[in-house]
């Protein structure tokens, strides 16, 4: 099992910054990927942003490419998400998940752990 905990939503003003955490716990040497995703109300839950663990590779939505940037820290099993130039579409709870292995890593079924969700809004 690997356990999910994720923290830095809130409230910002459009054009603003945030900065998202997500620690994962147990065992961790299964991490083949980590991944961002976001459900707004009404709205299935899609894909942000990834990074393989080994390597470092990422991957981000069309939608956010050039605002967001993923990083990771293995030594603390955490990966971060820093979020510029946000807009009030971006409103929305944010997930962490992991994967240990992913063939598609935009798609949400490919991810065996999820966390608890962090809520992210915007306001214009």
């Known amino acids: 099992q690997v356990q999910l905990v994720e923290s830095g939503g809130g409230l910002v003003q459009a054009g603003g910054s945030l900065r998202l955490s997500c620690a994962a716990s147990g065992r961790t040497f299964r991490i083949y990927v980590m991944g961002w995703f976001r459900q707004a109300p009404g709205k299935e839950r899609e894909f942000v942003s990834s990074?393989?663990?080994?390597?470092?590779?990422?991957y981000y939505a069309d939608s956010v490419k050039g605002r967001f940037t993923i990083s990771r820290d293995n030594a603390k099993n955490t990966v971060y998400l820093q979020m510029n130039s946000l807009k009030p579409e971006d409103t929305a709870v944010y997930y962490c998940a992991v994967g240990t292995f992913v063939t598609v890593v935009s798609a949400p079924s490919g991810y065996n752990y999820w966390g608890q969700g962090t809520q992210v809004t915007v306001s214009s």
């Open positions: 990074i393989k663990w080994s390597g470092g590779s990422t």
